[in-house]
């Protein structure tokens, strides 16, 4: 009877960290959305969903408003004949993507998507990857991963995406640090020159700008996270030997600094050397943070599962921010990715993982905290009823990583506060 | 499977969700996987409402799969109705659930609700967002009102002629193209002419309020894509005529006055009058403080003035569902004078009427839904404006054409804050702005046809729409060029090969420059007639004389 939404006990997992998991209702994304970013990332990409309408209207409706003269994404939309007979969909789907391919011949590497109609009808699309992509090697990579809702929350897509492509990485046994998870491309530079300053290197960003452009991995490759999502990313890249390095993420000063010297000391970088690196960056950090600091200390969040980002940004929040964590939502929590992270939280902070949302409202509503962390599903309805919120997934699309970024991240917090204030009517 | 790019309807839970959200003390259980809660932001973020709409998903993940996910239904309607207390409650399937034939209309039926449960049968690989919610309007009125229905060939009683007619309108939902001021404007009109209004439904009625509906003497039919099925139900249930014409337009809201001055048998020849007598353009004070009493458009006094000329013959292509569009030919053609060079539609269920039109102007309805060949016949087409959905805005772009929206689907700056109807008098003024911005200015437009080399007014550039002659607009303009004179298929910009050259044509040096001299928006169709003028006559390289033979015997 796994299937009643049921409310556990909190469980013990470290000292202090009791976490409440719960089922029912979760007003979150599937991992199709993953879609939106990653096609801005690598712009010789496609990914092309096979599933119903009701995909297709959830990419358009997330990125629909963006007018676009060639479309990087596209559906094929399953019809009453595919469901009928297998065989026939199969072929189908080279139909489709034989047309796609016509007429796109930029494209360099096609995804195809897996949804929830495609794994619920168990269309083998690994399989059809490979045959599509044995036509027409070399000209296109053709890949396979599913961002259905069954399986993935949110940014769980990004990760199934970057878990299809570590088989096809180049192989090298070569030291190397290999920086894994989407940044925005300045946050990537800021990065790389940092990296250059204290001799860690060479550097691979994974995902590339270009999805042709695939770093190398093997022995001597070292994983840094630049994203807290990526659990079956990591455990392919380990099993193509390369060494993850656990590290709490880049958000906030502490944060950047505890994920480079991660890096710094696999590369036995001198404490000298590294202080000297991130010194400036470090000391505009702070000077820049503290006006936010000013408008959050010791405001009450309040932060809904969505994009596994919670911990870390709680973790920010409080330590950097000095706000009070009320409840600290995660769509799941992979402790191999999360413990470095939930170390940093003050003791006693309620985790929640997995959701029922009408619970978790009633909780947020009964806590009445000073800014609610939540989707856009949710965002208005609170703001109507009187709460500040953050819409969660602006922290998906902007460059929040890195030192120099720090305090814009405090000012997304700071923002619907200082628009509260601002505002007359 | 079909390769889809834009998709012009969600699927059709979606359009059962803009009838429970257009509606109080309604719920909607719908059993989806986890993700397809995202429908939850069309409502808080396109249509910008305050709270979330009354939908209760199941969430069902893999994992659950192997089990029953059948209780889960049974669990999500049991809280549903435990937590929101609904008067009516819909139970239904998305796309995913609709494979694992879990029937939760079926479960939540026997579970012994206290309130009348309808269970929705929503094909999601067949049908799509308008039928949704046409159907679910229609099963929650009939589910209502059938114990109500009086005995087959009951005759209606006369209305007594010293109370006024009674109207329902039927139709507006949530996510609907400007319901929210469509309707303000439609009791505007009604009031003018003595109507009052019995219930306006689904936006903002309750169970209850569906109840009074056969109060009324007749039903409007605002959007027939959502309310036929319902109003034809009406009509053989309880003898209530349907208004059909939709008053889009300054024609259309005139013969929607007159059918219902038939309809209900009352004197509109004041109204009629009005609408045709003032056509403000004189702006003395007391007929400026007349205009906030509606009573006429200022739209056809704006498109007769001399500024409008050079709209006369604009190529105009049309697409959208059935009701924006054929309002939008009309008035297209009779009240702005463009010329119609394109129209279809996505509303299969009205391709008829939208066939009618189009042949009426010579040309082949596009009834489709596929995105791609919507693309390729606008392409094919080259009009000087495009007016359609939120779709036909990446084509537009692509093609480097101004367009404006008539219909949905839409986004977020389509649910404007100011009074914006599309219906009605002021409608027509929101149409003569909306439709009129996105063309080049007749100025700018004679300039840029003069004097090609102006290093700010650049080709394709429209500065009042602000875009400075930058890459952008270059861009633009090199990308239609391109659009247009495509002859291979290397064109890697390009999705859809747009119309391909005639075989066995070639430009010669000196007709391509002369080509280039043709203004912007019609160098398409310009060079299509030439090239077609040259096959016709076996001519293999077309020369400047080429161009100007065809222009004189073709015209623009």
């Given at each position: 009877?796994?299937?009643?939404?049921?409310?556990?006990?909190?469980?013990?997992?470290?000292?202090?960290?009791?976490?409440?998991?719960?089922?029912?209702?979760?007003?979150?994304?599937?991992?199709?959305?993953?879609?939106?970013?990653l096609h801005r990332k690598m712009q010789d990409a496609f990914?092309?969903?096979?599933?119903?309408?009701?995909?297709?209207?959830?990419?358009?409706?997330?990125?629909?408003?963006?007018?676009?003269?060639?479309?990087?994404?596209?559906?094929?939309?399953?019809?009453?004949?595919?469901?009928?007979?297998?065989?026939?969909?199969?072929?189908?789907?080279?139909?489709?993507?034989?047309?796609?391919?016509?007429?796109?011949?930029d494209i360099g590497t096609l995804f195809?998507?897996?949804?929830?109609?495609?794994?619920?009808?168990?269309?083998?699309?690994?399989?059809?990857?490979?045959?599509?992509?044995?036509?027409?090697?070399p000209k296109v990579r053709?890949l396979?991963?599913?961002?259905?809702?069954?399986?993935?929350?949110?940014?769980?897509?990004?990760?199934?995406c970057l878990?299809s492509m570590v088989?096809v990485l180049p192989r090298s046994?070569?030291?190397g640090l290999m920086v894994v998870g989407s940044l925005?491309d300045?946050?990537e530079d800021?990065?790389r020159?940092?990296?250059?300053?204290?001799?860690?290197g060479p550097v691979y960003f994974f995902p590339p700008r270009r999805a042709a452009n695939l770093p190398p991995v093997?022995?001597?490759t070292?994983?840094?996270?630049?994203?807290?999502?990526?659990?079956?990313?990591?455990?392919?890249?380990?099993?193509?030997?390369?060494?993850?390095?656990?590290?709490?993420?880049?958000?906030?000063?502490?944060?950047?600094?505890?994920?480079?010297?991660?890096?710094?000391?696999?590369?036995?970088?001198?404490?000298?050397?590294?202080?000297?690196?991130?010194?400036?960056?470090?000391?505009?950090?702070?000077?820049?943070?503290?006006?936010?600091?000013?408008?959050?200390?010791?405001?009450?969040?309040?932060?809904?599962?969505?994009?596994?980002?919670?911990?870390?940004?709680?973790?920010?929040?409080?330590?950097?921010?000095?706000?009070?964590?009320?409840?600290?939502?995660?769509?799941?929590?992979?402790?191999?990715?999360?413990?470095?992270?939930?170390?940093?939280?003050?003791?006693?902070?309620?985790?929640?993982?997995?959701?029922?949302?009408?619970?978790?409202?009633?909780?947020?509503?009964?806590?009445?905290?000073?800014?609610?962390?939540?989707?856009?599903?949710?965002?208005?309805?609170?703001?109507?009823?009187?709460?500040?919120?953050?819409?969660?997934?602006?922290?998906?699309?902007?460059?929040?990583?890195?030192?120099?970024?720090?305090?814009?991240?405090?000012?997304?917090?700071?923002?619907?506060?200082?628009?509260?204030?601002?505002?007359?009517? | 499977?079909?390769?889809?790019?834009?998709?012009?309807?969600?699927?059709?839970?979606?359009?059962?969700?803009?009838?429970?959200?257009?509606?109080?003390?309604?719920?909607?259980?719908?059993?989806?996987?986890?993700?397809?809660?995202?429908?939850?932001?069309?409502?808080?973020?396109?249509?910008?409402?305050?709270?979330?709409?009354?939908?209760?998903?199941?969430?069902?993940?893999?994992?659950?799969?192997?089990?029953?996910?059948?209780?889960?239904?049974?669990?999500?309607?049991?809280?549903?109705?435990?937590?929101?207390?609904?008067?009516?409650?819909?139970?239904?399937?998305?796309?995913?659930?609709?494979?694992?034939?879990?029937?939760?209309?079926?479960?939540?039926?026997?579970?012994?609700?206290?309130?009348?449960?309808?269970?929705?049968?929503?094909?999601?690989?067949?049908?799509?967002?308008?039928?949704?919610?046409?159907?679910?309007?229609?099963?929650?009125?009939?589910?209502?009102?059938?114990?109500?229905?009086?005995?087959?060939?009951?005759?209606?009683?006369?209305?007594?002629?010293?109370?006024?007619?009674?109207?329902?309108?039927?139709?507006?939902?949530?996510?609907?193209?400007?319901?929210?001021?469509?309707?303000?404007?439609?009791?505007?009109?009604?009031?003018?002419?003595?109507?009052?209004?019995?219930?306006?439904?689904?936006?903002?009625?309750?169970?209850?309020?569906?109840?009074?509906?056969?109060?009324?003497?007749?039903?409007?039919?605002?959007?027939?894509?959502?309310?036929?099925?319902?109003?034809?139900?009406?009509?053989?249930?309880?003898?209530?005529?349907?208004?059909?014409?939709?008053?889009?337009?300054?024609?259309?809201?005139?013969?929607?006055?007159?059918?219902?001055?038939?309809?209900?048998?009352?004197?509109?020849?004041?109204?009629?009058?009005?609408?045709?007598?003032?056509?403000?353009?004189?702006?003395?004070?007391?007929?400026?403080?007349?205009?906030?009493?509606?009573?006429?458009?200022?739209?056809?006094?704006?498109?007769?003035?001399?500024?409008?000329?050079?709209?006369?013959?604009?190529?105009?292509?049309?697409?959208?569902?059935?009701?924006?569009?054929?309002?939008?030919?009309?008035?297209?053609?009779?009240?702005?004078?463009?010329?119609?060079?394109?129209?279809?539609?996505?509303?299969?269920?009205?391709?008829?009427?939208?066939?009618?039109?189009?042949?009426?102007?010579?040309?082949?309805?596009?009834?489709?839904?596929?995105?791609?060949?919507?693309?390729?016949?606008?392409?094919?087409?080259?009009?000087?404006?495009?007016?359609?959905?939120?779709?036909?805005?990446?084509?537009?772009?692509?093609?480097?054409?101004?367009?404006?929206?008539?219909?949905?689907?839409?986004?977020?700056?389509?649910?404007?804050?100011?009074?914006?109807?599309?219906?009605?008098?002021?409608?027509?003024?929101?149409?003569?702005?909306?439709?009129?911005?996105?063309?080049?200015?007749?100025?700018?437009?004679?300039?840029?046809?003069?004097?090609?080399?102006?290093?700010?007014?650049?080709?394709?550039?429209?500065?009042?729409?602000?875009?400075?002659?930058?890459?952008?607009?270059?861009?633009?303009?090199?990308?239609?060029?391109?659009?247009?004179?495509?002859?291979?298929?290397?064109?890697?910009?390009?999705?859809?090969?747009?119309?391909?050259?005639?075989?066995?044509?070639?430009?010669?040096?000196?007709?391509?420059?002369?080509?280039?001299?043709?203004?912007?928006?019609?160098?398409?169709?310009?060079?299509?007639?030439?090239?077609?003028?040259?096959?016709?006559?076996?001519?293999?390289?077309?020369?400047?004389?080429?161009?100007?033979?065809?222009?004189?015997?073709?015209?623009?």
């Amino acid at each position: 009877m796994a299937l009643e939404p049921c409310t556990e006990l909190p469980v013990k997992i470290t000292a202090d960290i009791p976490v409440l998991k719960e089922r029912g209702q979760r007003e979150v994304f599937c991992g199709l959305t993953g879609i939106v970013w990653l096609h801005r990332k690598m712009q010789d990409a496609f990914f092309l969903v096979v599933g119903s309408r009701t995909c297709a209207h959830l990419i358009q409706s997330a990125a629909g408003v963006m007018i676009f003269a060639e479309p990087r994404f596209g559906t094929a939309i399953l019809g009453e004949r595919d469901l009928a007979g297998l065989a026939d969909a199969n072929e189908e789907l080279d139909r489709v993507v034989d047309q796609l391919l016509e007429r796109r011949p930029d494209i360099g590497t096609l995804f195809l998507v897996g949804s929830c109609p495609s794994e619920v009808i168990k269309l083998d699309l690994a399989k059809a990857a490979e045959r599509l992509s044995t036509r027409f090697f070399p000209k296109v990579r053709i890949l396979n991963y599913s961002g259905s809702g069954i399986e993935t929350t949110f940014t769980q897509g990004e990760d199934a995406c970057l878990g299809s492509m570590v088989p096809v990485l180049p192989r090298s046994d070569e030291a190397g640090l290999m920086v894994v998870g989407s940044l925005a491309d300045v946050v990537e530079d800021q990065f790389r020159r940092l990296f250059d300053k204290m001799g860690v290197g060479p550097v691979y960003f994974f995902p590339p700008r270009r999805a042709a452009n695939l770093p190398p991995v093997g022995k001597g490759t070292k994983l840094l996270l630049a994203q807290p999502f990526l659990s079956d990313t990591v455990r392919s890249l380990v099993a193509r030997g390369a060494t993850l390095l656990p590290s709490p993420y880049p958000l906030g000063i502490e944060g950047t600094t505890a994920w480079l010297k991660t890096a710094a000391d696999a590369w036995n970088v001198d404490a000298s050397r590294f202080e000297e690196a991130i010194e400036p960056p470090v000391k505009r950090a702070k000077i820049a943070l503290d006006r936010y600091r000013q408008a959050l200390i010791g405001r009450k969040a309040f932060l809904f599962p969505d994009s596994q980002l919670e911990i870390p940004l709680a973790r920010f929040l409080s330590r950097e921010c000095g706000m009070e964590l009320v409840e600290v939502g995660m769509p799941y929590i992979d402790r191999l990715l999360m413990d470095k992270e939930i170390a940093l939280l003050p003791a006693g902070t309620l985790i929640s993982e997995g959701q029922d949302v009408d619970k978790q409202l009633d909780r947020c509503r009964e806590a009445r905290p000073d800014i609610t962390v939540c989707g856009l599903g949710l965002a208005n309805p609170l703001e109507a009823a009187g709460m500040a919120t953050k819409w969660s997934i602006e922290l998906v699309f902007s460059p929040i990583q890195g030192y120099d970024q720090a305090a814009d991240l405090a000012e997304l917090f700071a923002r619907p506060l200082e628009r509260r204030r601002r505002l007359t009517v | 499977m079909e390769l889809t790019l834009w998709t012009y309807e969600g699927p059709p839970h979606v359009g059962a969700m803009r009838i429970a959200t257009a509606m109080e003390g309604v719920h909607y259980v719908l059993h989806a996987p986890q993700g397809d809660t995202y429908a939850d932001l069309l409502f808080t973020m396109i249509e910008r409402r305050d709270r979330r709409p009354p939908v209760t998903y199941t969430t069902f993940q893999a994992r659950d799969l192997g089990g029953d996910t059948a209780e889960m239904v049974k669990t999500s309607v049991r809280e549903a109705y435990d937590r929101f207390k609904p008067q009516v409650m819909l139970v239904g399937e998305s796309c995913t659930a609709e494979l694992i034939q879990d029937q939760p209309g079926g479960l939540a039926k026997s579970m012994g609700l206290p309130i009348p449960v309808v269970s929705l049968e929503l094909p999601a690989y067949s049908k799509k967002e308008n039928w949704g919610a046409s159907e679910t309007l229609y099963h929650l009125v009939r589910t209502l009102l059938l114990p109500v229905v009086p005995a087959p060939n009951t005759p209606r009683p006369k209305r007594d002629p010293n109370i006024r007619p009674k109207a329902n309108i039927i139709g507006p939902t949530a996510l609907g193209f400007r319901c929210r001021d469509d309707i303000r404007e439609v009791l505007k009109l009604l009031a003018e002419i003595g109507v009052d209004v019995n219930v306006v439904a689904p936006m903002g009625s309750t169970p209850d309020d569906l109840l009074r509906i056969p109060n009324a003497d007749f039903n409007i039919c605002l959007y027939p894509e959502i309310a036929l099925t319902t109003c034809t139900w009406l009509s053989r249930s309880f003898g209530q005529p349907i208004i059909k014409t939709v008053p889009i337009g300054v024609g259309a809201t005139r013969d929607f006055i007159a059918e219902i001055g038939k309809v209900a048998d009352i004197d509109v020849s004041q109204a009629l009058a009005r609408s045709h007598a003032d056509t403000l353009g004189n702006w003395d004070a007391a007929r400026v403080s007349s205009s906030a009493e509606a009573g006429a458009s200022r739209l056809p006094w704006y498109s007769k003035s001399v500024d409008s000329t050079y709209l006369t013959g604009k190529r105009v292509f049309i697409f959208g569902d059935a009701t924006h569009v054929l309002a939008a030919a009309r008035m297209a053609t009779e009240e702005l004078g463009f010329t119609l060079v394109g129209i279809g539609t996505y509303s299969r269920e009205f391709a008829r009427e939208v066939r009618e039109v189009a042949k009426k102007h010579g040309i082949e309805a596009v009834i489709s839904d596929d995105y791609l060949a919507v693309e390729a016949k606008i392409a094919e087409a080259a009009p000087e404006l495009v007016l359609g959905t939120q779709m036909e805005r990446h084509i537009a772009k692509r093609l480097g054409i101004p367009c404006a929206v008539i219909s949905a689907p839409i986004h977020v700056q389509d649910v404007p804050a100011r009074y914006s109807p599309q219906m009605g008098w002021e409608g027509a003024n929101v149409i003569f702005d909306s439709w009129i911005h996105p063309l080049m200015m007749g100025l700018e437009e004679h300039l840029i046809g003069m004097f090609k080399e102006d290093f700010e007014f650049a080709e394709g550039h429209m500065s009042h729409l602000h875009t400075v002659p930058s890459q952008e607009s270059r861009r633009e303009s090199v990308a239609t060029d391109h659009a247009i004179s495509s002859t291979n298929s290397s064109n890697q910009a390009v999705l859809t090969p747009v119309a391909q050259a005639i075989e066995g044509v070639t430009w010669s040096a000196d007709g391509e420059a002369e080509l280039k001299k043709i203004p912007f928006f019609v160098r398409g169709k310009i060079k299509r007639n030439t090239e077609k003028f040259a096959s016709d006559r076996g001519i293999t390289s077309i020369t400047v004389e080429t161009l100007y033979d065809a222009k004189a015997q073709i015209g623009q």
